[in-house]
């Protein structure tokens, strides 16, 4: 079965399901086969406690690109603990990757959308593969910016199927689940920083601005390349 095909029968079968019941059922239908992409940035909390609650070894992915604000490390550290999540695997770029790609580290001075796709798309496109993996979660809403206002539930991306729980949730309902289950925020959040990536491409958000503006401000890019065509290319 293709993955627009199983789309469909996803979408027929668990549509109605969102959250932490999503995950669970995702969990089963894929086994070993599904793991769960994480930036353990200002929302991730949130997805990643329903993941806890659906099976606490989950597989997640986290994507350290070597550029990480070390408030985003401790972070993490901090809620695998408190989560009790028994299989968070760290990924990114090799020592021959960055030489042959960013052998200064000043790649982002001169081109975004490389640098990004040496540091995460590439190391995640490769532990897809290395793990057998037949689909993935994001955490990716539908508020979040314009480009992601139609984002389905489920997505086929080349052979693998792309997971959405949280697409319908909007802000609110986002800080319901923070409040109701105690979550420890990002350190980063009450300074500003609204969508958190590499500290060499994130800024602070100016207020009721879109949430994902201080990423690579100044510029026309919108996502890091994970989300994109690119996936599927290991170069």
Known sequence: MDAATRVKHLTDGYGTLEGAPLLAAMHEVFGGRIALL????????????????????????????????GETLRYRDQLVKRLGLTDVREIGPTADDLAAGDRDGLLFNRDYDACCHLRKTVPLDRALATAGLEAWVTGRKRFQSATRAALPLFEAEKDRIKVNPLANWDKDRLEEEFTRRDLPRHPLEADGFLSIGCYTCTERVAPGADPRSG?????????CGIHTTMIGIVR
């Open 38 to 69: 994480s930036s353990f940035g200002a929302e991730s909390a949130v997805l990643l406690a329903l993941a806890a609650e659906a099976a606490p070894n989950f597989p997640v992915l986290f994507v350290n690109t070597g550029k990480l604000f």
């Open 215 to 223: 990423r690579w401000a100044g510029s026309a890019k919108t996502e």
